[in-house]
């Protein structure tokens, strides 16, 4: 079973790449370029439309009947290569060589700023564990894999599995001093990070502390 679903997969990634090279293509022409059968072909888009990386397009001939061929959406990018990241540091090192550092800085500081005014509307009005289960939805929309788990003495661990920005932050070390700046601005909290992927670890993470005028503010409630 395990090599039925292999050969599957890598089928459905041959279709992909076909009509990412030259589609929109139809159920013919893939089933010519691949060597199998149109209903072996028909098979595996079928499985790319329900998961959203493909899409039909029904075109209409001056003779015959309606043709319809296949293209790749936008989430099926997501599925190739990127080097988003190379081309971040080479920006980045760019400015630093020719403005300094303290220029590289202000990019990560104006960027916690932006995020800080766009996500604390939502954090009004909300306790804190209301808050870290906002900022752990936050960072999943940024690709982060976040979870928050709340402790015995009433703190409150944040995890981040995944880092989007790993390469440029283990060289620049100032975009994870922004975000623990942020995670403190948009809880009100102390946020303390004890593990960090850009420095090995196996995942960020995060302590949250109520600080006393929240103490003070739950009790009263």
Same mark, same amino acid.
């Given at each position: 079973?395990?090599?039925?679903? &292999?050969?599957?997969?890598?089928?459905?990634?041959?279709? $992909?790449?076909?009509?990412?090279?030259?589609?929109?293509?139809?159920?013919?022409?893939?089933?010519?370029?691949?060597?199998?059968?149109?209903?072996?072909?028909?098979? *595996?888009?079928?499985?790319?439309?329900?998961?959203?990386?493909?899409?039909?397009?029904?075109?209409? &001939?001056?003779?015959?009947?309606? $043709?319809?061929?296949?293209?790749?959406?936008?989430?099926?990018?997501?599925?190739?290569?990127?080097?988003?990241?190379?081309? #971040?540091?080479?920006?980045?090192?760019?400015?630093?060589?020719?403005?300094?550092?303290? #220029?590289?800085?202000?990019?990560? /500081?104006?960027?916690?700023?932006?995020?800080?005014?766009?996500?604390?509307?939502?954090?009004?009005?909300?306790?804190? /564990? &209301?808050?870290?289960?906002?900022?752990?939805?936050?960072?999943?929309?940024?690709?982060? $894999?976040?979870?928050?788990?709340?402790?015995?003495?009433?703190?409150?661990?944040?995890?981040?599995?995944?880092?989007?920005?790993? &390469?440029?932050?283990?060289?620049?070390?100032?975009?994870?001093?922004? /975000?623990? *700046?942020?995670?403190? /601005?948009?809880?009100?909290?102390?946020?303390?990070?004890?593990?960090? $992927? #850009?420095?090995?670890?196996?995942?960020?993470?995060?302590?949250?502390?109520?600080?006393?005028?929240?103490?003070?503010?739950?009790?009263?409630?």
């Amino acid at each position: 079973m395990a090599k039925k679903g &292999q050969e599957s997969g890598s089928t459905r990634r041959l279709i $992909m790449t076909l009509l990412k090279k030259r589609g929109p293509l139809t159920i013919g022409a893939l089933a010519e370029e691949l060597g199998i059968t149109e209903m072996g072909v028909r098979r *595996h888009v079928l499985q790319l439309e329900q998961e959203s990386l493909a899409k039909t397009k029904v075109v209409r &001939q001056a003779m015959g009947r309606p $043709m319809h061929v296949y293209s790749l959406t936008e989430r099926a990018e997501e599925h190739f290569p990127k080097s988003y990241h190379n081309l #971040a540091l080479e920006l980045l090192r760019e400015l630093d060589h020719g403005s300094g550092v303290e #220029a590289v800085n202000g990019l990560f /500081e104006g960027r916690r700023r932006r995020m800080l005014a766009q996500h604390t509307p939502v954090m009004q009005s909300r306790d804190l /564990e &209301q808050r870290v289960a906002e900022l752990s939805s936050i960072q999943n929309a940024g690709g982060y $894999m976040a979870e928050w788990s709340k402790e015995e003495d009433g703190s409150y661990t944040l995890r981040e599995y995944n880092c989007p920005i790993r &390469q440029v932050a283990a060289e620049y070390r100032k975009a994870c001093e922004c /975000e623990q *700046h942020l995670f403190e /601005e948009l809880l009100e909290a102390k946020v303390t990070r004890s593990e960090c $992927m #850009a420095e090995g670890g196996q995942c960020c993470r995060y302590a949250i502390t109520p600080n006393p005028r929240q103490k003070t503010s739950e009790i009263k409630r």
